[in-house]
């Protein structure tokens, strides 16, 4: 199994927009043959003095996959080609890190 933490800077104020792309393919995602979890989720302030600031412009997909081959395949479905079509004016960087159970 791997993890990927998929860190995406927003436009500023369309983090909302970017949102609702990933909501139309959370399904469509999560249907994929090796995924295990994949969803987007936006800071939370919690007073705790280790967190960093929230970051009003940003998100993180939080995805578990199978194996990495399952992943490369996620990246070239259909619906993935039309949301980084779709998201290109809403995105200003995007980032992962890959993980493994250590």
């Known amino acids: ?14 983090r909302d927009e970017l949102l609702e792309l990933l909501r139309d393919i959370v399904p469509k995602v999560r249907a994929e043959q090796g995924c295990i979890e994949y969803g987007p989720m936006i800071d939370v302030p919690s007073g705790l003095e280790a967190q960093n600031p929230p970051q009003e412009n940003s998100l993180v997909i939080v995805e578990k996959w199978e194996s990495l081959d399952a992943l490369k395949a996620h990246l070239k479905t259909i619906h993935m080609a039309e ?14 890190r890959i993980l493994q159970p250590a």
């Open 83 to 96: 949301y980084f079509r779709r998201a290109e004016d809403l995105r200003l960087s995007m980032s992962l």
């Open 1 to 14: 199994m791997i993890c990927v933490l998929a860190t995406i800077e927003v436009a500023a104020g369309r």
